[in-house]
């Protein structure tokens, strides 16, 4: 039932870096776990990265560990995905998720709430 919006997509080289970053509505952004996940055309959607409520705990998928940071500020209802070192098959449409749970989980169909997504393109 939160409102999530997604931004700071767009075209970077690969090696290149980019933020995204998730706004949400309202006023229980705290309660939520907050989970980043992506979409490649031709591909099911997948698990990016998930922080817990408070920021105390981060889950990533192996692919992306070392490279991408998830991190949240309660204060300014935001979550943010910090990229680095980005590779082509990063390519996708990014999307922010809300899981009012106290569990974190990977599956697309536990959470919530869902952005609209964002479009990060990644060169060669």
């Known amino acids: 039932q939160v409102q999530l919006v997604e931004s700071g997509g767009g075209l970077v080289q690969a090696g290149g870096s980019q933020r995204l970053s998730c706004v949400a509505s309202?006023?229980?952004?705290?309660?939520?776990?907050m989970g980043w996940f992506r979409q490649a055309p031709g591909k099911e959607r997948e698990f990016v990265a998930a922080?817990?409520?408070?920021?105390?705990?981060?889950y990533y998928r192996d692919s992306v560990k070392g490279r991408f940071t998830i991190s949240r500020d309660n204060a300014k209802n935001t979550v943010y995905l910090q990229m680095n070192s980005l590779k082509p098959e990063d390519s996708a449409v990014y999307y922010c998720?809300?899981?009012?749970?106290?569990?974190?989980?990977?599956?697309?169909?536990?959470?919530?709430?869902w952005g609209q997504g964002t479009q990060v393109t990644v060169s060669s």
């Open positions: 309202g006023r229980t952004f705290s309660s939520y776990t």
């Open positions: 922080i817990t409520r408070y920021g105390g705990s981060t």
């Open positions: 998720a809300a899981d009012n749970s106290r569990v974190v989980r990977t599956a697309s169909d536990a959470y919530d709430s």
